[in-house]
């Protein structure tokens, strides 16, 4: 009877010392949830493709339009310091990034608006899903990407590349206005940078 | 006296029952030309380096401890190493773009910087996965060579 009992006791902790091991996996999971954001994003393109359809419907390179209406939107969250709105904007960005539509574009700049649009969102779903320094990173790493993709489609608007030399040696961004609102340092640091170039 | 019994009943079966539920493997004998140490000139010691911390979850291959079968420890293997190839394949580096390299790299360098690679959930195991100071910076000088010569 008690060599049960101590048998059973063994197993209880065998099972109690599993259990625990892969709690500890488990909380780790949740700093880096990064594939379970891709998953979400697949689900995300699923569901917007009506909105696709209709965009396109309506004209050339709204298509363009609607990512940097996203961009801009997650970049003035940045300039806010609000991580919370940053990371919605950047989870909307990604939906956007995902419906961009290439193909009214050449085979070489589709291939490379296809590059351009993987790489953004992949950034975009980490911003989504980070703090702020984080969502800063990755943010430089996306003006670019959004900066190139803006040399292809071109945009709608007058657009100001700014540029601020302190963040990571050097990091650029894309505004609406030609005042400097700086995305990297927030009210740390609103107006550092300037106007390095005009688009339109 | 009696509910402990009945409780460590109930446990004992939930235990064996789950060994039951089967699990993906994530091995392979071949290395694809497209790996990262083929295309790359990647001297020797960082080539160990990222063989012992990374490749486990980041490569075709994985070289599993021994109690890799047992539920539910399987389970969160399988996950992790999902959600690292996902992330990141050394052994299909080279199918990336240049862009999507250069994005790699810098994840690579911020994440080593910030101690947030190899997780800490596989250092406790793995501790021969740690990262001295000296060790990082050595793979960090080399990721960002590699980054300017893209």
């Known amino acids: 009877m008690s060599k049960l009992k101590s048998t059973l006791g063994i197993v209880a902790i065998a099972f109690i010392t599993l259990t625990v091991m892969s709690c500890k996996d488990n909380s780790k999971e949740q700093n880096s949830t990064d594939g379970d954001h891709s998953q979400m994003n697949h689900d995300n393109s699923d569901g917007h493709h009506d909105g696709e359809k209709k965009e396109m419907a309506m004209s050339g390179d709204s298509n363009a339009q609607a990512v940097l209406n996203d961009y801009f939107n997650l970049k003035n969250a940045l300039v806010g310091d609000d991580n919370g709105k940053a990371k919605e904007l950047g989870a909307t960005l990604a939906t956007s990034l995902g419906n961009f539509d290439a193909s009214q574009y050449t085979d070489t700049q589709q291939s490379e608006l296809k590059d351009i649009v993987e790489d953004a969102v992949e950034h975009a779903e980490h911003i989504s899903e980070s703090d702020i320094a984080h969502q800063r ?4 790493v996306l003006s670019k990407d959004v900066i190139d993709m803006v040399a292809i489609t071109g945009a709608e608007m007058k657009l100001y590349e700014q540029f601020c030399p302190m963040y990571d040696g050097g990091t650029a961004w894309l505004s609406t206005k030609e005042e400097v609102r700086n995305p990297y340092y927030g009210s740390q640091m609103l107006k550092c940078g300037k106007v390095q170039r005009e688009i339109n | 006296m009696k509910i402990v019994k009945i409780i460590a009943i109930i446990l004992l079966v939930a235990f064996v029952g789950i060994q039951f539920i089967p699990t993906t493997r994530n091995q392979s004998d071949t290395v ?12 020797e010691t960082i080539q160990k380096k990222l063989q012992v911390s990374c490749y486990d979850c980041h490569s075709n291959n994985t070289q599993y401890p021994w109690y890799n079968k047992i539920q539910p420890v399987a389970w969160f293997l399988e996950d992790h190493i999902k959600e690292g190839k996902a992330e990141l394949n050394f052994n299909e ?24 690679m190899p997780l800490d959930s596989y250092t406790l195991i793995h501790s021969e996965a740690t990262f001295t100071e000296a060790k990082a910076e050595e793979l960090i000088n080399f990721i960002t060579q590699l980054k300017d010569s893209l």
Do not use: C, Y
């Open chain 1, 137 to 140: 990173e990755h943010f430089k």
């Open chain 2, 32 to 43: 694809p030309s497209t790996d990262f140490m083929l295309v790359n000139n990647v001297p």
């Open chain 2, 93 to 116: 580096w080279d199918s990336l773009s240049s862009r999507r390299k250069a994005s790699k790299l810098r994840s690579i360098i911020k994440q080593i910087e910030n101690g947030e």
